[in-house]
């Protein structure tokens, strides 16, 4: 598929007004997407376990104008009070996706917001919140055409939701998903994800992810910022390589349940998304001391037990403590135990694997 096939043809009904509602989760990149080109084309593939806690449950109500709008017409609320200062990366959302929603200026949008982790918590809101936001909109455009069948709409919801934020396409489709051309892996796409057609080991089943709040400020780096650094970057070429080949390996690894390898591809992926911001014109360190502390503890926790846990990071200082269900109890007790010492106020959020977004 193409850009011009998520153009629409005339609608076929007229909708005066109505109101959808989805719960969309955030989702843990495996294999990282670091680096994009124009339009939200990303540098190279990334896979992603889809979570399950962490979501955002949007709420649009639409009302038709009388006459189409000059500009987008939108309220936006979060957490239930009106919130200017969201409106600017909406306005942009709506600018990006006007030629794919054409209805967009003709309807007066009602966005009431919530997430089910503290927006504080330093937890990237933006692949569930815009997932959502892509899945109601898609809802109303499945309203003025009902004839949309479920694969168009999940490939132009994941679509509309990476031209808000490349992370986003994934949170459309669980439990494994993969974004961006990859040789080794049919109908992937740069334009919208997919979820991952090969088999999948049940060792990988309901994968835990512990997410450690290690440090719940502000972003340092946005993550629009971090991707422009990739740009002349002097190892980009070989990291985007890294990324594909990172792929290929992960192809056996999922398929025979591999978790020795997949530990090492997950952590060095993490490491390798903060060596590049550690080597970049302005250069970043996004790890905290207690990131360091914790990585650490991993290691020798690993070491000492045999267990499988492991950790994978985004562009910031918390911790995301991956392991098999088999482990929860043992690996839980070493988090309480040996963990949650190096979180901000001691909080942590615990998730898995989940199944995608959900009309509620
Ligand atoms: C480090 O999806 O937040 O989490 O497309 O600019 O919105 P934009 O970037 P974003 O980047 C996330 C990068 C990452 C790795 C990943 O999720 O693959």
């Known amino acids: 598929m193409t850009e011009k096939d998520f153009i629409p ?5 007229l909708i005066a007004k109505g109101e959808v509602t989805w719960k ?3 989702n843990i990149a495996l294999v990282k997407y670091w680096g994009k080109e124009a339009n939200q084309i990303p540098a190279n593939p990334s896979i992603s376990f889809t979570l399950d806690t962490c ?10 104008l009388e006459n189409k709008a000059q500009d987008f017409s939108f309220d936006l609320f979060f957490e239930g009070s009106l919130k200017e ?53 898609m809802s109303l455009e499945k309203e003025l055409n009902p004839d ?5 709409f999940i490939k132009k919801a994941s679509f509309l939701a990476r ?5 986003a396409a994934r949170s459309i489709e669980g439990d494994v998903v993969q974004w961006g051309n990859h040789e080794g892996t049919t109908n ?48 980009s070429q070989q990291r985007f390589a890294q990324a594909h080949d990172n792929l290929t390996k992960l192809k056996e690894v999922f398929a025979e349940g591999d978790l020795k390898t997949f530990i090492e591809i997950v952590e060095s992926e993490a490491l390798t998304l903060h060596a590049m911001m550690m080597t970049s014109l302005p250069y970043f360190v996004l790890m905290k001391p207690n990131t360091l502390e914790i990585i650490n503890k991993i290691w020798d926790f690993r070491k000492r037990t045999n267990t499988h846990v492991c950790f994978t990071l985004d562009a910031g200082a918390n911790v995301h403590v991956l392991y098999p269900e088999s482990e929860k109890e043992e690996i839980m ?19 898995q694997i989940g199944f995608g977004a959900k009309k509620v």
């Open 9 to 13: 043809s005339e609608y076929t009904k």
């Open 24 to 26: 969309s989760p955030s």
């Open 55 to 64: 979501a955002t449950t949007t709420k649009v109500t639409y009302k038709k």
């Open 85 to 137: 200062d969201f409106k600017p990366k909406i306005q942009t959302f709506f600018k990006r996706i006007e030629d794919y929603l054409p209805f967009l200026k003709n309807y007066h949008f009602k966005i009431e917001t919530s997430n089910s982790f503290p927006h504080s918590s330093g937890i990237a809101s933006s692949a569930s919140g815009l997932s959502a936001l892509a899945l109601a909109l």
């Open 148 to 152: 949309i069948n479920e694969d168009y």
């Open 163 to 167: 031209l808000g934020s490349g992370s």
């Open 188 to 235: 992937s796409s740069n334009l919208y994800a997919v979820k991952y057609p090969y088999k999948v080991h049940t060792n990988f089943k309901k994968y835990q992810d512990t997410i450690l709040l290690v440090d719940k400020g502000q972003k340092e780096v946005s993550s629009t910022v971090g991707h422009n650094l990739m740009h002349g970057h002097p190892f």
């Open 333 to 351: 007790q070493f988090i309480k135990d040996e963990l949650v010492a190096f979180c901000q106020n001691g909080q942590y959020i615990c998730d």
